[in-house]
């Protein structure tokens, strides 16, 4: 039992916590590029100093993240957004907030989800012109909960779990497993200049809901940390701080399950589990959507496994961690304070972010996880297909450890990396992991990718490389010598082509046989192969059926379309990549160089003219040394500018560096901060 003092100070201190924050307390700096540097004493001041930066930036985004929650997004998207209104009940979100809301968040983090809410929606009342959704303000922090669900589904698979249920389809061939990030983290005893070095480099969409946006958090209570978030993001989901840093590559071990339910005509609304029919939670849904006068109404269904969908071949459940869980957002907010490997690793154990691979560094240690919120299952099944969905023998209901994962502490070989390959190809080859070490019902990866491919031919040639050496690597433009597509088109083939076999291609044959396999923006070679990327990639994509290893006659085809696209585009084939590809935003427009699943990733979306303009891929970039003493020493970039706004200076401002393979210095350092930046004030002025 608490004593009565104690008991006064615990009371003190929540009123404390939540009580209004006053905007005078807050500081924003931007610094030359608009980058936001939030100054002040508390942690719940800075996250609504937060809040309100990024609103200037790009509150347009953050609205679309947060009207889902009240089942909005439809009046302003139209069906689009009122599918994501749907999701969000199907998931059970509010069930979940209004089960564990009040008791799943710990008191200092509550406090800092209250400022950043608080930030966001005076922010709105300030500029009222801007909300996009009459009386979509102000959101609540069970608001905010519901849009985490959400957003942590989405991230273990739910998106693609439906579409593959409601289409019905049998899986589909996965192109995003090549849209992929990067993450390399390099031990001072294998760098000459004797500092830890960490590469921060996830491949994300540069623009919409999932685009990075820097920022830097200082408050006096011990946080002080810089790097990217998400749209609505209260927190930095990987950066680096005083101490230590982080990067975030997306992982595919097995997050989520599939069942069918046993139903029959007999028992509608029901379904048979465990030897006894159980009805079905039912729920009404009304959608409001854009142009509609009236609600839709629409049910949602639940059942022990989950999720619950009626489609033509019967019920199907959908069963994941995402949605059992509401603290993702409180082991990042634990990994931003984090001032040492075992306070990080004490984070990590919470186990509440339901994916995403973790390479970790700071002076003296290196440390690469598999992360994610991976349940216990029966391994008579084979939970790789489709599950039956009438046995409690399938209902799995406990979560495993993080000791279960794949993880590495500072391995002989000096390095560890990711680029969306298996876990057990990490570090250097006498050192990774046996897979059959690990549970299969897990469902771990075992392939590579071309960049883990290339990486390692890379890495080989070093006994100890300088940051110039890293640099290099982080921004290498060449394929391997052997490609190796997680999926997608297997086009080894292609280098291999007679000339005299296909000669109405003979010239093309020759440019793609002489590249160098290098995607600089002046390569004809990397223009050609780009073009027969993309028509076999979309080939691929509308096929149900696997199919990844291209014959001499397929690739011949593949090099046809690229000749006609040329010619019809452009009046000849001898083009560069940057003649083809664009960096565009706003009036910009820059050549630009990569093409898919070199380590220095571009994926590309149609432009105009035939062209093509970069959407996903290199994006925000950050470069972290780790001196034995004294702050990190930090490179970042950001693939446009830290504004969303075409009026800002900061729309535009990082694409020449960007482009140009530059990135631009940054610091922890408070004081360096205020004395360098452009422009300091407290929000609301």
Same mark, same amino acid.
Not at 218 to 224: D, F, L, R, T, Y
Not at 339 to 349: G, I, V, W
Not at 457 to 478: M, P, T
């Given at each position: 039992m608490?004593t ?22 807050v500081?924003?700096a931007?610094?030359?590029?608009g980058v936001p ?17 990024h609103?200037?930036?790009d ?13 909005m997004?439809?009046?302003?998207l139209?069906k689009?957004?009122?599918?994501a ?5 199907l998931?059970?979100a ?19 989800l ?13 500029h009222?012109?801007?909300?996009l959704?009459r ?16 957003s ?17 389809q ?7 497993k ?8 390099v031990h001072?005893? +294998? %760098?000459t200049? !004797?500092q ?7 491949h /994300?969409?540069?623009? #919409?809901?999932?685009? =990075? *946006? ?5 408050s ?11 749209p ?20 595919y071990?097995?997050k989520i399950?599939?069942?069918q339910?046993?139903?029959d ?9 465990d ?20 609600a ?10 989950g999720?619950?969908? +009626? %489609?033509?071949? !019967?019920w199907?459940?959908?069963r994941?961690?995402?949605? /059992?869980?509401l603290? #993702?957002?409180?082991? =990042? *907010? ?19 972010i ?28 084979d ?9 409690s023998?399938t ?9 279960d ?22 570090t ?7 897979p059959?070490?690990?549970d ?5 990866e075992?392939?590579n990718?071309?960049r ?8 080989s ?6 940051y110039?050496d890293?640099?290099?690597?982080k921004?290498d ?11 997608g ?5 292609l280098?291999e082509?007679?000339?005299?076999a ?22 004809q ?6 073009v027969?990327y993309?028509?076999?990639q ?5 096929q ?6 291209l ?7 593949g ?7 040329l010619?019809k585009?452009?009046?000849?084939t ?5 003649d ?13 160089w990569?093409?898919?699943?070199v380590?220095?990733s ?7 003219q ?6 996903q ?12 003493t ?15 706004r075409?009026d ?13 393979q ?5 610091t922890?350092?408070?004081q ?10 407290h929000?609301?002025?």
């Amino acid at each position: 039992m608490k004593t009565p003092a104690l008991f006064l100070i615990c009371y003190i201190t929540s009123i404390a916590l939540f009580a209004q924050i006053d905007p005078a307390r807050v500081t924003i700096a931007r610094d030359a590029y608009g980058v936001p540097h939030i100054f002040a004493q508390t942690d719940p001041e800075v996250a609504y100093g937060l809040a309100w930066a990024h609103a200037e930036d790009d509150f347009k985004t953050i609205q679309l993240l947060v009207l889902p929650a009240k089942g909005m997004l439809g009046r302003h998207l139209g069906k689009q957004g009122a599918t994501a209104d749907y999701v969000v009940e199907l998931l059970h979100a509010p069930e979940l907030v209004k089960e564990r809301g009040e008791t799943a968040l710990d008191p200092d983090f509550r406090a800092v989800l209250t400022g950043y809410l608080q930030g966001l929606n005076d922010y709105a009342r300030a500029h009222p012109a801007e909300v996009l959704v009459r009386g979509s303000f102000p959101v609540t922090l069970s608001d905010y909960l519901k849009v985490s669900v959400l957003s942590l589904s989405v991230i273990s698979g739910v998106d693609q779990a439906l579409q593959r249920i409601y289409g019905n389809q049998v899986p589909l061939v996965d192109f995003m497993k090549n849209t992929g990030s990067n993450a390399i983290a390099v031990h001072r005893n +294998k %760098t000459t200049e !004797g500092q830890t070095m960490l590469a921060i480099n996830s491949h /994300q969409p540069l623009e #919409g809901p999932v685009a =990075w *946006y820097e920022a830097h958090l200082c408050s006096e209570q011990g946080w002080n940390v810089l790097g990217g978030l998400f749209p609505g993001g209260a927190t930095i989901f990987h950066g680096v701080n005083e101490h230590l840093g982080w990067a975030h590559t997306v992982n595919y071990q097995d997050k989520i399950d599939i069942y069918q339910l046993q139903t029959d005509k007999a028992h509608p609304n029901q379904y048979f589990f465990d030897g006894q029919w159980l009805p079905l939670e039912e729920k009404r849904v009304r959608l409001r959507v854009k142009g509609i006068p009236v609600a839709i109404g629409r049910k949602a269904y639940w059942s022990q496994y989950g999720a619950t969908i +009626k %489609t033509k071949r !019967g019920w199907f459940a959908i069963r994941t961690g995402a949605n /059992q869980e509401l603290r #993702g957002l409180q082991q =990042w *907010y634990r990994m931003n304070k984090a001032r040492s490997f075992s306070e990080f690793r004490q984070a990590l154990t919470m186990t509440a972010i339901p994916g995403f691979n973790i390479v970790y560094a700071d002076a003296d240690t290196i440390y690469y996880v598999s992360n994610g919120k991976i349940p216990y299952r029966n391994p008579d099944y084979d939970w790789s297909g489709t599950l039956p969905g009438n046995t409690s023998r399938t209902l799995w209901t406990r979560f495993r450890p993080l000791a279960d994962f794949p993880q590495y502490l500072n391995p002989p070989g000096g390095y560890l990396f990711n680029m969306n390959n298996t876990p057990f190809n990490a570090t250097a080859p006498a050192d990774n992991l046996d897979p059959d070490a690990f549970d299969r019902t897990m469902g771990y990866e075992r392939w590579n990718t071309n960049r883990s491919v290339r990486f390692g031919e890379l890495i080989s040639q070093y006994d100890k490389l300088s940051y110039a050496d890293f640099k290099r690597i982080k921004y290498d433009l060449q394929l391997p010598k052997r490609l190796s597509y997680a999926q997608g088109p297997d086009a080894n083939a292609l280098f291999e082509l007679d000339p005299d076999a296909y000669p109405d291609i003979r010239d093309l044959i020759y440019t793609i046989r002489t590249w160098n396999r290098q995607a600089t923006v002046n390569s004809q070679g990397a223009a050609a192969f780009l073009v027969f990327y993309r028509y076999w990639q979309d080939k691929l994509s509308k096929q149900t059926t696997e199919k990844t290893v291209l014959t001499a006659d397929e690739c011949a085809a593949g090099l046809r379309h690229v000749q006609a696209y040329l010619r019809k585009h452009f009046g000849r084939t001898d083009i560069a990549l940057g003649d083809y590809q664009k960096h565009v935003r706003g009036k910009t427009e820059l050549p630009i160089w990569g093409i898919p699943d070199v380590l220095a990733s571009i994926y590309a979306s149609p432009y105009r003219q035939g062209q093509v303009r970069s959407s996903q891929g290199e994006s925000y970039i950050s470069l972290v040394r780790f001196p034995r003493t004294g702050l990190p020493l930090i490179e970042t970039i950001n693939c446009f500018g830290a504004s969303g706004r075409p009026d800002s200076p900061h729309y535009t401002d990082q694409m020449a560096l960007f482009a140009a393979q530059k990135t631009k210095p940054m610091t922890l350092d408070k004081q360096e901060v205020l004395r360098t930046a452009k422009r300091i004030y407290h929000p609301g002025q």
